[in-house]
C-alpha cells in the first residue's frame, strides 16, 4: 500500500494550527492586568497616580522613568479591587534619588507644631504627647542631617532603606480611588483591547507562516517527484514512463 506522504503532511499542518489557535486563545484570555503605578521625586513628597486621561497625548500614556522601583503584588486598592502596584522613586538629572530633604522635615516640623498647640488647646493631652514625640523625632533629624537635600545611587543603603519605609507606609488617599475608580476601567479594557489585536495578529502570522512552509515543501517535493500540483500520485502513465526509463538504466 501506498504512503501517501502529502496527506499526511496536510494532517501535521492542520494539527500545528489547531495548537496555535488553542495557545492564542489560552494567551487571549489570560490578559495580564495592567499595574496600578504611582511616583514620588522627594521623601515627604505625595504619590501621583499615572493614570492617564482619556485622549491623553502620547507622551503623557508613557510609564515613569524610575530610578528605583519597589512592588506591592496582589494589593487591596479597595474591597474586590486587587491589583499589583508599583511604586516608582523618580531620580535626579544625576539619576541619583533623594532620600532626604532638609526642607521639606522643617515643613512637616512646623505642620506637628501647630498640631500639638491645637491638641493641647482643645484639651487632647495624649495626641498632644504622641504629636510631640513625633516633633521631636523629626526635629533630631533635621538637627542630624541639616537643612540640605541628599540624594545616592539606587543601590545604596540609605536609599534602600528610604525606599524599603515609604512602600511599608504606601496607602491608598480617598483621591487616588476615586481617580482610580473613574480610569482604571478604561485603561484596562483599552490595554485588553491592544493585547487582542497583538494576539490575532501573531495568530495570524504563525499560520500564514504554516500555509506558506507547508506550500513551498509540497510544491518543491512535487517538483523532485513528477507530481503534478493538486494530486498526491503520479499518474498511471507518467508511472510506466518512470519505471521503463528505471529499467533502462539499469541494464
Known amino acids: 500500500m501506498a504512503i501517501n506522504c502529502f496527506e499526511g503532511g496536510r494532517r501535521i499542518n492542520k494539527l500545528l494550527m489547531a495548537i496555535t ?3 492564542a486563545a489560552y494567551n487571549a484570555f489570560d490578559f495580564p ?3 496600578v503605578e504611582f511616583a514620588t ?3 515627604r513628597g505625595e504619590w501621583r497616580l499615572n493614570l492617564p486621561p482619556e485622549d491623553a497625548p502620547e507622551w503623557a500614556r508613557a510609564p515613569y522613568v524610575c530610578g528605583s522601583t519597589e512592588w506591592l503584588p496582589d494589593f487591596e486598592i479597595k474591597p474586590g479591587l486587587v491589583r499589583t502596584v508599583s511604586l516608582c522613586f523618580l531620580p535626579d538629572e544625576q539619576g541619583k534619588i ?3 530633604s532638609g526642607k ?3 515643613d512637616r516640623l512646623n505642620k506637628i507644631e501647630i498640631a500639638v498647640a491645637q491638641a493641647k488647646a482643645s484639651g487632647k493631652l495624649d495626641d498632644a504627647r504622641a504629636l510631640s514625640d513625633e516633633a521631636a ?4 533629624n533635621l538637627s542630624q542631617k541639616g537643612p540640605d537635600t541628599l540624594t545616592g545611587n539606587p543601590y545604596d543603603s540609605e536609599v534602600n532603606s528610604y525606599t524599603e519605609r515609604r512602600t511599608s507606609e504606601f496607602a491608598i488617599s480617598p483621591n487616588m480611588l476615586a481617580a482610580i475608580e473613574k480610569e482604571l476601567p478604561r485603561i484596562e479594557r483599552e490595554a485588553l483591547f491592544d493585547h487582542l489585536k497583538m494576539v490575532l495578529s501573531d495568530t495570524a502570522y504563525v499560520i500564514a507562516g504554516l500555509w506558506i512552509f507547508s506550500f513551498v515543501i509540497g510544491w518543491i517535493i512535487r517538483g ?4 503534478p500540483r493538486g494530486q498526491d500520485f503520479r499518474p498511471q502513465a507518467l508511472e510506466k514512463n518512470y519505471k521503463s526509463d528505471e529499467d533502462w538504466h539499469s541494464e
Open 21 to 23: 489557535v488553542t495557545v
Open 224 to 227: 523532485f517527484a513528477g507530481i
Open 104 to 106: 521639606e522635615e522643617a
Open 41 to 43: 521625586s522627594s521623601p
Open 137 to 140: 523625632r523629626v526635629e533630631a
Open 33 to 35: 492586568h495592567p499595574n
Open 98 to 100: 533623594a532620600y532626604y
